[in-house]
């Protein structure tokens, strides 16, 4: 997919009252599983961790071909739906774009795709998820050029 694709999934989002978002996201959090790595994949970078701003563990593995990146994920099952909507939303998206364009995403589209009130209840796990994907492109990239 790509950030054109990205886009259009907000301007969907935007489309939608309070109650369609809300069923919207919860559908994409029951499919975040189909995003995480296979077995018999190999990644170039893996990172698995819990911070603060989540419930649970988050992994991110990232595969560096041909100046496009592939990305899967795992995210615990303490994670707020928000965070692996948007964890969904990222991965699915981002996969097959270049570093500098994962890099140079603004987070502007999070409110337009979560909408102002979850933004209000959530923030943290709002922007969290790609507060992740671009740390962990800015550590496959450190990882390639040491």
Same mark, same amino acid.
Request: aromatic share 4%; glycine share 4%; proline share 3%.
């Given at each position: ?10 301007? !969907?989002?935007?489309?939608? !009252? ?26 170039? =970078?893996?990172?698995?961790?819990? !911070? ?8 991110l ?33 981002? %996969?097959? &774009?270049?570093?500098?364009?994962i890099? &140079?995403?603004?987070?502007? =589209? ?5 909408g ?6 959530? %923030? ?7 507060? %992740?994907v ?13």
């Amino acid at each position: 997919m790509s950030l054109e694709t990205l886009e259009a999934k907000v301007q !969907d989002f935007e489309a939608m !009252d309070t109650s369609a978002r809300i069923q919207a996201l919860i559908g994409l959090a029951q499919n975040v599983t189909d995003l995480e790595p296979q077995h018999n994949e190999t990644w170039d =970078f893996t990172e698995i961790r819990q !911070d603060q701003e989540c419930l649970d563990e988050m992994g991110l593995y990232l595969r560096h071909n041909k100046d496009r990146l592939h990305l899967a994920a795992v995210v615990g099952n303490e994670a707020t739906t928000l965070t692996k909507a948007l964890t969904a939303v990222l991965v699915e998206h981002l %996969r097959g &774009e270049t570093p500098t364009r994962i890099l &140079e995403l603004r987070d502007s =589209f999070v409110p337009r795709l979560v909408g102002e009130s979850l933004l209000r209840q959530r %923030r943290n796990a709002a922007y969290y998820p790609l507060r %992740r994907v671009q740390d962990a492109v800015r550590h496959l990239l450190e990882q390639q050029v040491a």
